[in-house]
Nanobody, 125 residues
C-alpha cells in the first residue's frame, strides 16, 4: 500500500528549529515531486516548498525563503523539511504530498495522489 508518513512536528519557541520527515512506502520518491504544505486555522492551505525527486531542484514560498530547506535522501526514500528561525506565523499542520514527475513544483492545483497524515507545528513562547 503506497503511503507517506510524516514525523517531526512539535512545540518550539520563536527563533527555534524543527525538522520534519516524510517517508514513502510503496513507491520511490526519486521519480516524484514532493511538496510541503501547511494549513493554519482559518487560512488556506499554502505550499511552502517543493523538491523535484529526480534532480533535487527546490522551490520555496517567499514566506519561508532563507529559513526553510527541503532535501531528499533517496536511500531512505525520505524527504526532509528543515525549518529554522521559526515564527508564530509558521504555526499550522504541515503535510507532505507526492505526485509523479515535476508538475507539483510548477503548477498550482496539479493532481496529488499521495498525502501524508499531517504533523502539528506550533511556534509559541
Amino acid at each position: 500500500q503506497a503511503q507517506l508518513v510524516e514525523s517531526g512536528g512539535g512545540l518550539v519557541q520563536p527563533g527555534g528549529s524543527l525538522r520534519l520527515s516524510c517517508t514513502a512506502s510503496g513507491f520511490t520518491l526519486d521519480s516524484y515531486a514532493i511538496g510541503w504544505f501547511r494549513q493554519a486555522p482559518g487560512k488556506e492551505r499554502e505550499e511552502v516548498s517543493c523538491i523535484v525527486g529526480k534532480d533535487g531542484t527546490t522551490y520555496y514560498a517567499d514566506s519561508v525563503e532563507g529559513r526553510f530547506t527541503t532535501s531528499g535522501d533517496n536511500a531512505k526514500n525520505t524527504v526532509y523539511l528543515q525549518m529554522n528561525n521559526l515564527q508564530p506565523e509558521d504555526t499550522g499542520v504541515y503535510f507532505c504530498a507526492a505526485a509523479p514527475g515535476e508538475a507539483l513544483c510548477y503548477y498550482k492545483n496539479s493532481p496529488v495522489p499521495y498525502w501524508g497524515q499531517g504533523t502539528q507545528v506550533t511556534v509559541s513562547s
